[in-house]
């Protein structure tokens, strides 16, 4: 091989790596089928992007994706005193896919169900939406589109391999309104006006951040055990 | 079991303040948009059971106040909260003002408007907060006097409108044949032998929201964004602005029925919602060839 061809085969392999480099998304989400994908699925359905009814910011949307995290958690693991673990996530298993999909298609978490062969899924419109949201994120350079995917699915890897991290900053509430509560919270919906979430939920007032994401947080209230 | 560093550490959380007060903005303290508020809450929120609250009531308090939440740089959006405490109704407002590299759009809402309307647990006290009073006889008259006021699209965005709820009862539709999930409706084939007809509801002055009531298929849409409906970017990126509800599969007269579960809505909040299409709203039939054709069909 005479230089020249070096030199013309080195350019070659110089544009090929860059145009490789190029092509890389700058966000991959795992795939649906797995725990952690699975996990940022909700994550990233559940809050709003800039642009979406409820947003505020990147840091406000971050923190409605964690606080979303801490129910389906504390539904496993912070069941309070005086409630059992079927009446607070209407399943007794310890898994947090069946805490998710518990009740079907319209159950717990609307559009995350298993199908008859017990694989968790999400319905179409909740795909779409994040296939929508990772092709924006995935044009041009990376930014808060592209940060909050890789945050969702960063808090999903984390919780499966080593559980959960940040503060639950609904932990601490013991009142609301004179009503003596649980703390945490266990249920989240979009916020929109209801006089009643139903049950012992307890809406969490936006003087204790209730309202996040564009969603509002409801605790429980206390029970003698 | 709660640690001793975990609970002090999510106390001091909770005592954060969420956004710090600010003086309110002039335009929300203006009695001509406080009483646009009212007319939006009588229109999507109040009813016989919040009259009864305020009547004999010579005057009514608003509490007005800024809202200064932790934004994202150069972001100049301005929130404010309006309570109305004799209506048991806090209403939050934002004036959008940012952009939104990632679709080359700029964000700014030419009003405040309605993010927000929360019910019970309000503050107990006006702290930080201007009062505006108004006579509640006089307020009472303008929300009667305008129950039947309604604007509705036109042009261009009843046009994107059009082509949008098609669009996405196609994709609904369609997506679910695909995953293999039952449709009560039928399949989108078997849909468009029959007229396709919508209900729009009138638009609202102070909030980037409106509902759709879809007669073939009985179903509620919904669209609301950050950003003023009037925009194209809402219609262009319309995937991120719509929710489709099933009201005879997601409607419950109480919440308590399924309690936890986040996919219902109160047979009052879709009452309201279909009057506000059926009755008040305009009727609309949708032609095939408002969407372009399918990509991978014949």
Redesign the interface.
């Known amino acids: 091989m005479n230089r020249r061809t070096q030199i013309a085969l080195s350019i070659f392999l110089f544009s090929v790596s860059v145009r490789v480099a190029c092509a890389t998304p700058n966000v991959l989400l795992k795939p649906a089928d797995t725990k952690s994908g699975f996990i940022a699925q909700l994550l990233t359905n559940e809050v ?13 949307t971050k923190s409605a994706m964690l606080q979303i995290l801490w129910v389906c958690h504390g539904r496993i693991h912070h069941v309070p005193s005086g409630y059992d673990r079927k009446e ?3 399943t007794t298993s310890g898994d947090i896919i069946d805490v998710i999909t518990v ?1 079907g ?7 995350f169900y298993r ?1 008859a062969h017990g694989h968790f ?1 999400a ?3 909740v ?3 994040i296939d ?2 990772l092709k ?2 995935n ?3 990376p ?3 592209a940060r909050l995917l890789l945050h969702a699915q960063g808090l999903a890897d984390a919780y499966v391999a080593e559980g959960i991290r940040g ?7 013991d009142q ?2 004179k009503v003596s509560v649980t ?1 945490r919270a ?16 307890v ?1 969490i ?5 209730g ?1 996040l994401g564009g969603n ?1 947080f409801f605790t429980l209230k206390e029970r003698n055990p | 079991m ?1 640690t001793s560093v ?2 002090v ?6 005592l954060l303040p ?1 956004a710090a007060d600010t003086p309110p903005p002039e335009e929300i303290t203006s009695i001509e948009y406080l009483y646009e508020v009212v007319h939006h809450l009588y229109r999507w ?1 109040l009813d016989e059971r919040d009259a009864e609250k305020v009547v004999g009531k010579q005057d009514i308090p608003f509490w007005v106040r800024g809202v200064r ?4 740089a150069n ?1 100049q959006s301005a929130f404010g ?1 309006v309570v109305i405490p004799d209506l048991d109704v ?1 209403v ?1 407002v934002k004036k959008a003002d ?1 952009t ?4 080359g ?1 700029t ?1 700014r809402n030419d009003r405040f408007k309605i ?9 107990a006290t006006p702290d930080g907060c201007e009062v505006v009073r108004t006579s509640y006889p006089a307020m009472r008259d303008y929300a009667h006097r305008t129950r039947s006021q309604a604007r509705f699209p036109e042009g261009e965005l009843l046009m994107r409108m059009r082509v949008s709820a098609h669009g996405q009862i196609r ?2 539709l369609r ?2 044949e ?4 039952e449709s009560r409706i039928g399949t989108y084939d078997e849909l468009l032998k029959q007229e396709q007809v919508v209900h729009m509801a009138p638009l609202s002055e102070v909030a ?2 409106t509902w759709m009531f879809w007669e073939t298929g009985r179903m509620l849409i919904r669209y ?4 003023d409906l009037e925009h194209p ?1 809402v219609w262009a ?1 319309d ?3 719509v929710n ?1 509800y099933d009201i005879d ?2 409607t419950v007269v ?13 047979r009052d ?1 879709v009452g309201r919602a279909l009057f506000n299409c059926v009755v008040l709203g305009r009727r609309v039939e949708l032609d095939p060839s408002d969407v372009p054709p399918e990509k991978d069909r014949p």
């Open positions: 709003p992007f800039p642009g979406e009814h409820g947003w505020v910011g990147e840091e406000n607070v996530a209407v009740g298609e319209k159950g717990q978490c609307d559009g199908d899924k319905v179409p419109r795909q779409k939406r929508y949201l924006i994120a044009e041009g350079t930014g808060r589109f503060a639950d900053r609904y932990a601490g509430l609301v309104h703390g266990y249920s989240w919906m979009a916020d929109k006006d209801c006089y009643n979430p139903g049950g012992s939920f809406k007032p936006n003087a204790h951040e309202s509002r | 709660k975990q609970v550490l999510s106390v001091c959380l909770c969420a929120h939440p932790e934004l994202d972001d909260e806090a939050s940012y939104i590299p990632e679709l759009v964000v993010i927000n309307v929360a019910r019970g647990h309000l503050p994709d609904y997506g679910r695909k995953a293999g999930l980037n929201e609301a964004s950050d950003i970017a990126h995937e991120l602005a489709i599969e997601q109480s919440l308590d029925e399924v309690a936890g579960s986040n996919a219902y809505m109160t909040q």
